[in-house]
């Protein structure tokens, strides 16, 4: 109970922030381009420092092998989402497709993960949210565009979220640590990823008339896949691990159950494709997951 509790607590501080990025917009303070530059802040820097930061820890066998864990568990946990999405959507609802599939654990998993189960948490949600990545840079972009040519080695080589992994992964294991002063840096710019996201996500709310926010089924139905379905089937495939791994598991499991990741919105943009379409479905499940959320891990915090 005391989990959700917590998940209640951080989600109302995240709407908060959400309805000051609506505020920003509707007062013309922010546009959408600035917005669009928050994001890039978000993507180049606080996440990447947001990653480091979980890995500037002392090496442990036991850390070592949650990391092995928290990998594959991960890997399997997206590989079912993007079964489920494919199942769920036809080929044509490519933003459905990637929507449903690639949840939101960058912007809203890791500051949900630090704020309810701690920083040594957030070691092991990094495994996801580089996987998520490098699937989004291939998968997801064949998934919106139709478009394989676009797969680019150097784009996954040059991508900050899976440089900050592997800087982070090289730092855990070699016998070697940051300056106190470089990480009270980087702590410090990690601890702005959960406001900035969810202004930036109050920014997209503020672009999108509400009545039509509440209207049109696959909206909703890419929600019900998203928060509902993979979070049920997600919670189903982590009863494979032992018990020991209970933190591990409910880790990986608020990665699986957050919204739809905001990055659809930005490919949507980026590639000609729907982007208010995209920006409803990533708004409509940010706003959802303040009742779906705490409710799933509920579930997950008596049974895993």
Not at 3 to 25: D, T
Not at 63 to 77: D, I, M, P, T, Y
Not at 89 to 108: L, M
Request: proline share 4%.
């Amino acid at each position: 109970m005391e989990i959700v509790v917590l998940l209640l607590r951080q989600n109302l501080v995240m709407l908060v922030y959400m309805m000051i990025g609506y505020f920003l917009y509707k007062k013309k303070l922010v546009s959408a381009g600035g917005s669009a530059d928050i994001g890039r802040i978000l993507l180049y820097i606080v996440m990447p420092a947001a990653i480091l930061k979980s890995y500037l820890a002392d090496f442990s066998r036991e850390r070592l092998e949650g990391l092995f864990v928290s990998f594959l568990a991960a890997l399997l946990s997206l590989l079912l989402s993007i079964a489920a999405a494919r199942i769920a959507f036809s080929k044509e609802q490519g933003i459905e497709r990637f929507g449903a599939a690639f949840s939101n654990a960058g912007f809203i998993g890791i500051p949900l993960v630090q704020m309810t189960l701690g920083e040594e948490a957030v070691f092991y949600v990094s495994s996801y949210v580089a996987l998520l990545n490098i699937l989004q840079w291939t998968y997801g972009l064949v998934t919106i565009t139709g478009d394989r040519s676009l797969i680019s080695v150097k784009r996954l080589r040059t991508n900050p979220i899976i440089l900050s992994f592997l800087a982070g992964i090289a730092l855990f294991l070699l016998p070697v640590s940051l300056p106190e002063t470089a990480e009270n840096v980087v702590g410090t710019i990690a601890a702005m990823n959960g406001p900035l996201a969810m202004i930036v996500l109050g920014v997209y709310l503020g672009q999108v008339p509400l009545r039509s926010l509440f209207s049109g089924r696959v909206v909703y139905r890419c929600a019900l896949v998203r928060l509902i379905v993979i979070p049920v089937l997600t919670m189903a495939l982590l009863f494979v691990f032992p018990e020991k791994y209970h933190m591990l598991k409910l880790t990986i499991l608020i990665a699986a159950s957050a919204p739809v990741g905001s990055n659809v919105s930005i490919f949507a943009q980026l590639y000609g494709q729907d982007y208010m379409q995209s920006v409803k479905e990533v708004t409509l499940s940010t706003l959802l997951c303040i009742i779906t959320l705490p409710l799933i891990l509920g579930i997950a915090d008596y049974v895993l």
